[in-house]
């Protein structure tokens, strides 16, 4: 059974850090890209990036690049995401998807629950 768990999430200052994390299993990660995603409150939901597997990049949205690192161990069958320099507007709800295949852009497939991320200013 595909299961992936987020966890790292919480209350933190504008300019703080956090790492949240997706611990996957079911599945062999090492075969499959993994996409970070945040939705607002009344906001659609939004790719904000994604880990391949296919040749290791990593692509970020314009929002948080420079801000924001995706990385994985798929020894331990989980991919992160740092978060520094947080803002007030990167208050959201994190979910981790599998991408349909190796390669980011192919589409989310299985989703985790998701994990709270409120920055206060």
């Known amino acids: 059974q595909v299961q992936l768990v987020e966890s790292g999430g919480g209350l933190v200052q504008s300019g703080g850090s956090l790492r949240l994390s997706c611990a996957t299993s079911g599945f062999p990660l090492q075969y499959y890209a993994i996409g970070w995603f945040r939705q607002a409150p009344g906001k659609e939901r939004e790719g904000i990036s994604c880990?391949?597997?296919?040749?290791?990049?990593?692509h970020y949205a314009d929002s948080v690049k420079g801000r924001f690192t995706i990385y994985r161990d798929n020894a331990k069958s989980t991919v992160y995401l740092q978060m520094n320099h947080l803002k007030p507007e990167d208050t959201a709800l994190y979910y981790c998807?599998?991408?349909?295949?190796?390669?980011?852009?192919?589409?989310?497939?299985?989703w985790g629950q998701g994990t709270q991320v409120t920055v206060s200013s």
């Open positions: 998807a599998t991408e349909r295949g190796d390669d980011c852009g192919a589409g989310p497939g299985y």
């Open positions: 880990s391949s597997a296919s040749d290791g990049s990593t």
